[in-house]
């Protein structure tokens, strides 16, 4: 079992090398296996105030229910597919944990008073990403203007052109708007 280890300075280096590429392996890995798990919908609502609230509205909308049968998860709408979007967005998500343990959201009314402030740091960070997560499955090259009504025939060219994304005129498209949003 000699060979295992390897002597001198060189043989230190390379353990060393070795124990990085090992625990970056486990990182990665181990970062995936969580954000596999959690991205799911039913890990989302776990949280009541979550199921009653947002939820609730995602199955109202076509975003949930419609003739196509695609249907959006919490993730896809809030979760960016690439891993440095994506590890970030895990991060600022724990504080949602957190205030749910602390008791700051853990009731459907506690919620409901910090909706607009949480929909707010929300749209923000759509707004600063041209609602990537959105254009995942919705962008203007694809847009077939002869399947949509008459209002969104005339706005989406011209969002194209001015070079606006969906979340500046589709706020409250899943989700209700919340109490106290006077728009924009």
């Known amino acids: 079992m000699g060979w295992l280890r390897p002597s001198g300075a060189k043989g230190g280096a390379l353990a060393l090398v070795l124990i990085g590429v090992v625990a970056t392996a486990a990182f990665f890995g181990g970062f995936n296996v969580f ?8 890990f989302c609502i776990s949280c009541h105030e979550m199921e009653k609230g947002p939820y609730t509205e995602l199955k109202k909308t076509l975003h949930y ?30 504080k949602d944990v957190w205030h749910h343990l602390l008791g700051t959201i853990d009731t459907p009314e506690k919620f409901e008073a910090h909706r607009l402030t949480m929909a ?23 847009m077939n203007l002869d399947d949509q009504g008459r209002r969104a025939k005339l706005k989406h060219p011209q969002a ?11 706020k409250g498209i899943v989700h209700e708007l919340p109490q106290g949003y006077e728009g924009d």
């Open 35 to 42: 954000a596999h798990y959690t991205n799911r919908t039913e």
């Open 65 to 94: 229910n419609n003739r196509t049968g695609v249907r959006a998860g919490c993730a896809d709408c809030h979760v960016p597919r690439e891993f440095g979007p994506k590890l970030a967005a895990k991060v600022m998500a724990a």
């Open 120 to 142: 707010k740091r929300v749209w923000a960070k759509m707004s600063e990403t041209q609602s990537r997560e959105c254009r995942n499955c919705h962008n203007f090259e694809a």
């Open 160 to 170: 194209r052109q001015d070079g606006k994304h969906c979340i500046e005129c589709h």
